[in-house]
């Protein structure tokens, strides 16, 4: 029977967080909707936990990666809309509800969520990532990508569109598949009513290790896309902005142990200024999700060790790009095919 929306969930030993993301989904007091799991061939108890719910299963017959995990669960849709989420995000009792007035009200665009201000797991490292997300994706009613842990998406116009990338690199294949959509005149919104709770479980090595991961593959696309300095979701020019501050700094700093000249630290002053002005939004976002403790914690981590691992995975990406590491995981022979 059709329904207005299918929620297509790829898991990959999920183990730990497919029963609370399934409970939060079947707990939505909105009805009309089926549930497709794809499971990318998990050597855990995925499928066992995942088997005691009322949801379609689809194994694959090997280990595949997200893309291939959602476009075989689309493919088996009965939904006039198709519904993302990931494995480790939990609905609010809205959510779905929130999904299918979206899609009512605009079924040609392709409308994205994101995740709450405060994680599932409320941990310092945790809650930053999601109010750092929640941010980055807000800010702007027409986004310039929209994330597959909350897509909204005309079941018909996904399958036209040929799906997500399946040779791609290991992330960012929603921002390859909104910018092609993009491109053939679909238009991307962001509803911040759309909400779920992500699981990020992080700690400082897990946070950091989110960050370089991210930055190396993202400095990769870009370059590919000849789009740098595009302020684009998380890749936002907040971040950026910190970033080249914070290498800066760290330049003045060497140019002046080097030298012994106080002038070299001068700029600084100003670059700081900068940066916390172009940041202001996202501190004070900082600040008024948990206080002035959290609050100063979180600018300190943002402004004095984020962006090491970012900058770090930004250099890595550009080596691995003019070594010929492209997006779509082949070597490029020159920079025509990018």
Not at 61 to 70: E, F, K, P, Q, T
Not at 284 to 291: E, K, Q, T, Y
Request: proline share 4%; charged share 20%.
């Amino acid at each position: 029977m059709a329904r207005r929306l299918s929620v297509i969930i790829p898991n990959r030993n999920g183990e730990q967080t497919i029963g609370r993301c399934l409970d939060a989904v079947f707990a939505s007091p909105f009805d009309d909707f089926e549930v497709i799991v794809v499971d990318d061939c998990s050597t855990d108890r995925s499928a066992e936990i995942i088997a005691r719910y009322p949801c379609t299963l689809i194994p694959l017959d090997r280990h595949s990666g997200a893309s291939r995990a959602r476009n075989a669960g689309a493919a088996r849709a009965a939904g006039e809309a198709l519904f993302f989420i990931d494995a480790d995000c939990l609905c609010l009792p809205d959510t779905l509800s929130a999904a299918a007035r979206s899609y009512e009200r605009d079924p040609h665009a392709v409308t994205g969520g994101t995740y709450t201000r405060i994680a599932a797991d409320d941990t310092f490292f945790s809650t930053f990532q999601s109010l750092f997300i929640h941010y980055c994706e807000t800010k702007n009613t027409e986004p310039d990508y929209v994330a597959t842990h909350a897509m909204v998406i005309d079941t018909a116009a996904f399958r036209k569109s040929g799906g997500f990338p399946e040779d791609f690199m290991p992330i960012l294949e929603d921002v390859e598949f909104s910018h092609r959509l993009r491109r053939s005149g679909c238009r991307l919104a962001m509803n911040p009513g759309i909400l779920v709770r992500h699981l990020f479980n992080f700690d400082l090595g897990k946070s950091l290790g989110n960050a370089f991961r991210k930055s190396l593959y993202w400095t990769i696309y870009s370059l590919a896309n000849r789009d740098l300095l595009r302020d684009s979701g998380t890749a936002s020019v907040e971040l950026k902005t910190a970033v080249f501050a914070w290498l800066l700094h760290a330049f003045l700093v060497l140019l002046w142990l080097a030298t012994g000249r106080t002038a070299w630290l001068f700029p600084i002053p100003p670059v700081c200024a900068a940066s916390l002005y172009i940041n202001r939004k996202f501190l004070a976002l900082l600040f008024d999700a948990r206080g002035i403790s959290f609050g100063l914690r979180a600018a300190l981590y943002y402004s004095l060790l984020y962006p090491v691992a970012v900058g770090i995975g930004g250099m890595i990406g550009l080596l691995k790009y003019l070594s010929g590491y492209g997006p779509s995981l082949k070597k490029e022979t020159s920079r025509d095919h990018v």
